[in-house]
């Protein structure tokens, strides 16, 4: 089944405590995003990466790190998490032919 | 840059009535427009698209139609039920810079009653 696959779920940790939430999809797409959501804002691109080792910065990326070493997997890490931060994520690929995005279930994060 | 706006919610209906959400684009060059659904507790599903002025997207009752003159792509369903009950989101996927980026609006929580 193509899919994308986050995880984990759900996450609760501390401000300040690395953590990294991890994205691979099996549809071996060029693109890969992104996504946090906050009610009233919707949904806002954090990163995102045209292919391998060839990322760039959304319209929130502060306090944000990705990497892109595979075709597969773009994780989401945090250096040090902050209240802030503390949202719905989601990561989302898409490829050349195809129209949009397939989306990730959804990481919801708390930081406390 | 691009941007996308849609009609604020909540939106409450009763179930068999009209639905419409609308939905308003700012892009450069022609850009492809998207409705996602996002059932409560899960991810976001492509509802429909449509690529090029004039087109018209539908699925599952839901039709929007892009109209380049007016730089809009309206939701609309004839008769919702109570499965509809979602938050339903406008996107815009670009071109020229930031080809790649999915834009969405802030989203409209439809919720249909019985």
């Known amino acids: 089944e193509a899919q994308v696959t986050q995880n984990p779920r759900y996450l609760i940790t501390v401000t300040g405590k690395k953590l990294t939430v991890t994205c691979s999809q099996n549809m071996n797409h060029e693109y890969m995003s992104w996504y946090r959501q906050d009610p009233g804002l919707g949904l806002r691109q954090i990163y995102y990466s045209m292919n391998v080792e060839v990322t760039d910065k959304g319209d929130v990326p502060e306090g944000y790190k990705v990497s892109r070493k595979e075709k597969r997997n773009f994780p989401l890490i945090l250096e040090s998490p902050s209240p802030n931060q503390t949202s719905l994520y989601f990561c989302?690929?898409?490829?050349?032919?195809?129209?949009?995005?397939?989306f990730g279930s959804g990481t919801r994060l708390t930081v406390v | 840059g691009n941007s996308v706006t849609q009609m604020e919610g909540p939106v409450t209906l009763s179930e068999e009535a009209f639905l419409t959400i609308n939905c308003t684009y700012t892009a450069t060059g022609y850009p492809s427009l998207f409705w996602y659904v996002q059932y409560p507790g899960e991810g976001l599903q492509l509802l429909l698209k449509a690529t090029k002025a004039d087109d018209k997207g539908s699925n599952k009752g839901f039709e929007a139609t892009y109209r380049k003159e007016t730089t809009s792509f309206h939701l609309e369903k004839g008769s919702v039920q109570v499965s509809d009950s979602a938050v339903y989101f406008c996107?815009?996927?670009?071109?020229?810079?930031?080809?790649?980026?999915?834009?969405f609006g802030k989203g409209t929580k439809l919720s249909v009653i019985p």
């Open positions: 989302a690929s898409s490829g050349q032919g195809t129209w949009g995005y397939t």
């Open positions: 996107a815009l996927y670009g071109s020229g810079a930031g080809s790649y980026q999915l834009t």
